[in-house]
């Protein structure tokens, strides 16, 4: 089975320039999940959907920063205008009310590299 | 994290057992999970608990104390892959927020 595919996997960008980020959720998953990991700052949730709706959007930075889903299979995250504190590495991941939304699973994530 | 508390390393021998401790603020408290991220790469889910006690999962076990804002992950007959960084994290209220996580090295 694929599991969450996220692309692209690395991502250099200059400061001001927008940057979309891409998941696919695993196949009948009802949660999506976006999160931010960097050293300063640990594993930070963003956004999550559930069966395509935002549930909690508390952890975006800022108005810079949105998420759609716009079907069960695909989810983007846009920063509009990037910053270099954006840096991180972003995952997104999945999981099932029929299980858990406890047990995600991840993708591989973006590396994001703001200069 | 937010009011997650883990030690921040842990160093233990091939073949013996550890525990990795977590402390959290009840409030709020929905559930609480364990993950196994090696270094690079995207964590892993290990375990959860909404109630309290023990959960054993092969060598892997997760305790709770919703009381005391407590848990531990213990781990068994320790391997060198075993070394990774683990993070503890809950549910409160409809947001996920996880720990700074415990970095273990298993030395042979």
């Known amino acids: 089975d694929a599991g969450v595919i996220q692309s692209p996997r690395h991502e250099v960008t200059e400061m001001g320039q927008e940057v979309t980020l891409r998941c696919k959720p695993i196949?009948?998953?009802?949660?999506l999940f976006w999160y931010r990991q960097t050293m300063m700052r640990g594993l930070e949730l963003l956004i999550y959907?559930?069966?395509?709706?935002?549930?909690?959007d508390s952890g975006m930075p800022e108005d810079r920063f949105s998420a759609k889903m716009p079907n069960a299979s695909f989810s983007t995250l846009k920063i509009q205008p990037s910053e270099p504190r954006d840096s991180a590495v972003y995952f997104c991941?999945?999981?099932?009310?029929?299980?858990?939304?406890?047990?995600?699973?991840f993708g591989p994530g973006t590396r994001l590299t703001v200069t | 994290g937010q009011n997650i508390d883990q030690p921040t390393e842990m160093t233990a021998t091939e073949g013996a057992i550890v525990q990795i401790n977590c402390t959290y603020q009840t409030s709020g408290f929905n559930g609480l999970f364990w993950y196994q991220q090696h270094a690079g790469e995207a964590p892993t889910f290990l375990s959860y608990n909404v109630l309290d006690g023990l959960e054993e999962k092969g060598r892997f076990s997760s305790f709770l104390s919703r009381s005391k804002g407590y848990s531990y992950l213990l781990l068994k007959e320790l391997q060198m892959k075993d070394s990774a960084s683990y993070l503890c994290?809950?549910?409160?209220?409809?947001?996920?927020?996880f720990g700074p996580g415990t970095r273990l090295s298993v030395l042979p």
């Open positions: 994290g809950n549910l409160r209220g409809q947001n996920f927020v």
């Open positions: 991941a999945s999981s099932t009310t029929l299980v858990s939304p406890y047990e995600q699973y």
């Open positions: 959907f559930n069966n395509n709706v935002p549930i909690d």
């Open positions: 196949s009948g998953h009802d949660y």
